[in-house]
């Protein structure tokens, strides 16, 4: 009795002191990997995303090239450097210029800043600060500069570091592109391998159907929430531009970057239909009509949201929104597609198991009374 615990003992000690290496080696491997691979993370997340979105675009390109994966997928990298990539270089040598020119202006004292329409200190609590700021800087720049010397370096840096940062994520977006080029020319392949992963994770029987769910989820996420904040800022960047206020283009781009934290873009249009009436020497009829169009424009997420939000998937779309905003503000703009994604499925993980209880509990006989 003794030699059999004895060598039981040994057994699982030595069973015991393998496993636990074998775990260290994997936790190590697993370690590594994530340090390796986390440089290139947002890249790799960025390119994925954009390859669940544009890869129904790819395929027809592909029916209509006869097939050649290849050759669709250079062309949507193409026209996506070309939509993307030519219309931000222009913006940057503008802005480059505008900023040049202000600094040269500004070195020299020939700022001239128009005094301000009498009608601005009527404005609802922010109207008397705005009116006597401008005022003095339209009476004496070199003055007010000198007073507001910390508030304004401040301002600068930050403008700075928000041009720097959006460079960076235009940079990160356009190679993200080049790489979602090459993974939809090997998506079929790609999309076996995943469905292989997510059948080993849920199972045969719902790994399909989850995997389908994450690919609708990214598509409504980049549809109902990107595509949104891009329709709009390009419908109020037009209305900008012709409406002539100043700075169309920055505008615009503040316009998508709020569509995309869901903020509403009444915080740049109202500003905007107030500078046409109280600065601006466009005749009155021109102001309506301009004045239409940016209330118009300002309120076209309120349609294409719940259009283009949810479409396709099995969720509502209150829990994509959630999910969505959740995610961004835990991770940015990637958290919109993860959070979107995960709380999505979560959810329809619930529900399987709430229809599985219900079909269950259906199941059971019910027990009959005793016979009288």
């Given amino acids: 009795m003794q030699t059999d615990d004895s060598t039981i003992r040994n057994l699982l000690s030595t069973n015991f002191t393998e496993a636990v290496i074998r775990l260290g080696l994997v936790a190590l491997l697993v370690v590594l990997c994530v340090r390796i691979f986390a440089p290139f993370a947002n890249l790799a997340l960025w390119a994925l995303i954009l390859t669940v979105t544009l890869y129904p675009l790819h395929q027809r390109l592909a029916r209509w090239l006869k097939g050649r994966q290849g050759w669709a997928a250079t062309l ?3 026209a996506g ?17 505008q900023v ?5 202006a500004f070195e ?16 609802p609590l922010v109207g008397e600060p705005i009116y006597s700021a401008w005022s003095a800087a339209a009476n004496n720049l070199p003055e007010f500069v000198e007073e507001n010397r910390e508030q304004l370096k401040k301002i600068g840096t930050r403008a700075l570091l928000a041009a720097a940062n959006t460079a960076g994520a235009v940079l990160l977006f356009l190679g993200s592109l080049i790489i979602a080029g090459i993974m939809m020319a090997y998506g079929a392949s790609g999309h076996r391998a995943m469905q292989r992963i997510v059948n080993r994770l849920a199972g045969p029987t719902r790994g399909p159907r989850l995997l389908s769910l994450s690919t609708a989820t990214v598509r409504s996420v980049a549809s109902g929430v990107i595509g949104v904040a891009f329709i709009q800022a390009l419908l109020l960047g037009g209305g900008f531009l012709l409406a002539g206020i100043p700075a169309a283009g920055v505008l615009a781009l503040i316009v998508m970057l709020l569509g995309i934290v869901q903020l509403p873009a009444s915080i740049i249009s109202l500003p905007a239909i107030a500078y046409l009436w109280w600065v601006g020497d466009a005749s009155t009829t021109s102001n309506i009509v301009y004045t239409i169009y940016l209330v118009v424009a300002g309120m076209a997420d309120n349609v294409l949201k719940p259009l283009l939000l949810g479409r396709g998937v099995e969720a509502p779309m209150p829990i994509i929104l959630l999910g969505a905003l959740g995610g961004m503000v835990s991770g940015g703009i990637i958290g919109l597609f993860t959070g979107a994604v995960l709380l999505t499925v979560g959810y329809q993980i619930f529900m399987d198991w709430v229809s599985h209880t219900e079909a269950d509990s259906a199941a059971e006989p019910v027990p009959t009374g005793a016979d009288e």
Avoid: C, E, Q
């Fill in 108 to 123: 020299s004292n020939t700022i001239k800043i128009k005094s301000p329409d009498p009608a601005v200190a009527d404005w």
């Fill in 76 to 78: 949507v990298v193409v």
């Fill in 100 to 104: 040049h020119k202000a600094y040269t």
């Fill in 81 to 97: 450097l070309l939509l993307i990539g030519v219309p931000t270089v222009m913006l940057g040598n503008s802005f480059a210029r």
